[in-house]
């Protein structure tokens, strides 16, 4: 759930809140006309649309509901949460959202809702509350807010499960986000807002502030499951990680999010709420399942959590002077309310102490997804996370179990699944396919036996892959604030070894390779060419008009996507001039939020559409890559991640689907 | 790799009461008003722009469930207005500079200094970075609000939130340790 940022807004509000505005004058001279004529009511028709809506809603939920499963032995059987009154409004500072923060508790099955804390008697509020690892005690933040600034205070407290034994742990004075480690001998915490992440022995003695460059904005802070490793958001959106030692220090170049997320007991799922959106997702944050949506009169979705066993998410939902802990299973079934005392927040199950019931891990989230018309199913039997074509067949990504199915698109069958190292992206050329996985592990496939021919690791953060000039090129993100700089690596196919590490500035995102050039891509807006004779940048990055861009190679030149007007560009593969731009209808595409395009068989599909716009909205373009030229076509989807066969694909659920290409409007 | 369609359609609710929009009006025009001053570094346009929007959203009035839908929708029309102007008018840029020209002079030159460096902080920023940060950090609303607004995902808000506060950050306080 997003804050403000309050020295943001103070300067925002310090540059326009003097600003007259003469409201009585706007209005009176408001436009007339058709403009204040008002439109025919629609009540009756959608008065039936909601009736059928709910008795729809009555009829799923009867269906899917389930009864409750008895609790695993790793699962305690409480779950506490901090309960204050509902926010007056949208808070302007900080106190808003503590005041009057107490701990409660509510069993599992939602009965024996009680207040464990009253700090505030004493002018405080309790927040951030995290269980020991064997369940017996709660840490949690005692907080103030001070100041003119509203500059928050607190002090680390732990207690006993029911309350009992009330002491204050450590001298940090300005203590929030602490979190026990899996161990039980240290507890993790943020210092002075953000600013620092710090450990302290449970059982109490001195602070040690675990130091490293990237330090700014740090909240979220968790334990990886089973390790020394503190998982933490750093300013809001990047997910970060570092060993208790202060060693290994990493960013998820994935994200964004809000910091509510929580890697599973297994270690192999996270679960993100994301404003509007509750999700589960690979280690890495990657591939999203939605297992939930937050639609009206719901706001937001928030402070996720696991139980011990990961058999279920707990997490609050917010509507309209409501905040209330919900749970539901990572297969997105068994939706159910625990309810609460208040205004919740920050709900998390206890744990039972005993180890982790014996049996198969939870079963990775896979979210029904439903077939889209005219589209051929083709049935994986597992995770389908997104599709490319290479060799004449579909590559299928598998991230829940690392691996990528082979789709022969001449039978629409299965033909093999390929175990390989990492699966994030993937690439073709020099006669293989190519996987990289986020932790830096690439993988050799040979497309004549399916087999994985040879594997490396090449450091974490890998993003990206290309093929071309020979060689293999993998981008490696910046892996903190402090620098906005990349490593582009080249590969030696053969041997897998990097031959050569090239720096590239302005957060590279993504690598693209097209004739005699390697061209990556820089915080969505600008482009930087590499010169493989050189095996250096070549010249300056060349800035695109607008700042929300995508690109790919096709028909021998270099793509450019305009999100923000809905242009694809063609570029120059050698000087990065931009040679013709194709408007696709831009103002429509432009103000929605989907626009994108990938290659096909001599072609280029583009599509774009509103935002969560139902299908009719969308919109689809064939483009000749030779001639530039566009031609509106009929669209079948959108989401589509590769062309080829004759086809689209869109992976999903459980299955690729075909799609046949699509034809002109009106062709008859 | 793309991302996988995510399409759902939203039943339309009932209208809120009709003789609202007055109400309505007077209540939020101001901070529309301001708010687009900050999205468009314009101070004229920015009432400009949250009239217009608001005239629109009138002819629609029936279709709003809730003010707050109502607000969204204000927000959203003015959003794509200013994106429009933008596309009609190449002089953009010189508009946004004659708006600074234009800030009255006030007695307190320290005050007009810190200004002006907002002002110049503001407009370093990318429009969709401007956008989510004036959204969310003086509108007060939620990512979720922002990207029905602008017609993005919430996880590119976010994105563009995050980088255009450690923009502004960066420009407004050098120091980093305020």
Known sequence: MIERDTFVAARLSSLVDDRPVDVDERLRTLPQGPTRIRPRRLVPILTALLVAAAAIGLLVWAFTA??????????????????????????????ARFAGSELAVVRANGSGRRVLTHLGDRGLAAIDPAWSPDGRRIVFVAARVVGSEARLEGTLEVMNADGSGLHRLGTATTAADPAWSPDGGLIAFTQDDGAALAVIPSAGGPERVIDYRGRHGISGVTWFPGTNTIGFVEDGVFVAMI?????????????????????????????????????????????????????RPCRNLGDPVWSPDGRSIVFVRQTAGRSVVEEIRPDGSGLRSLGATGWARSPRWQPSGRPPAAGPPPTPAIIPFTAPRGATKIELG???????????SVWVTNLPDVSVQRVDPSTNRMVATIPVRGVESMAFGGGSAWTAGINGTLSRIDPSTNAVTGTSSVG???ESLTYGSGSLWVLQLPTSDVSDAGDLLRIDPATLRVTARITVHGYPHSVVAVGPSIWVLQDFDAIQRVDPATNGV????????????????????????????????????????????????????ASGGNFAAVPGDGVIWAYGSRCCAPLPLARMWRVDPTTATARRVHPPTGGFTAAGAGSLWLAGGSAVYRFPEPSPPHSG | MGEEAELQVTAPEPGISAGSFDDFFRDRFAKVARTMMLVTGDFDAGEELAQEAFARTFARWDRFATLEHATNSVFAVAWNLARSRRRRDSRAKRAAGR?????PPTDETA???????????????????????????????????????????????????ARGRARLREALRPGGDE
């Not at chain 1, 032995?73 to 900080?94: A, C, F, K, Q």
């Open chain 1, 382 to 392: 597992r995770g389908a996370s997104a599709a490319a074509c290479g060799f004449g």
């Open chain 2, 99 to 103: 708006a600074a020209a234009e800030m």
């Open chain 1, 538 to 589: 070549a010249g300056a990055s060349i800035q695109m008009q607008d700042r929300d861009t995508s690109m790919f190679a096709a028909g021998g030149s270099l793509w450019i996507t305009s999100q923000e007007t809905g242009d694809l560009l063609k570029i120059d593969p050698v000087t990065g001039r931009i040679v013709r731009l194709i408007p696709l209808n831009g103002e429509e595409v």
């Open chain 1, 243 to 295: 060993d208790a030692d202060g060693a290994a220090y990493r960013r998820l170049p994935t994200g964004p999010h809000e910091g509510s997320f929580a890697w599973s007991p297994d270690g192999r799922q996270a679960v993100v709420a994301a404003g509007d959106e509750l999700v589960v997702t690979a280690l890495d944050l990657t591939r999203r399942r939605v297992l939930l949506r937050c639609e």
């Open chain 2, 111 to 161: 005050r007009v200094n810190e200004r002006m460096v907002i002002l110049a902080a503001l407009r370093e920023l990318s429009r969709r970075q401007r956008a989510c940060v004036a959204l969310v950090d003086y509108a007060g609303m939620s990512d979720r609000e922002v990207a029905e607004i602008l017609g993005m995902r919430p996880p590119t808000v976010r994105v563009h939130l």
């Open chain 1, 66 to 95: 389930s009864p409750r499963r008895e609790p695993a032995s790793n699962r305690g059987d409480l779950i506490v949460y901090v309960t204050s009154e509902p926010p007056v409004s949208v808070p302007r500072h900080g106190f």
């Open chain 1, 460 to 462: 974490y953060g890998t």
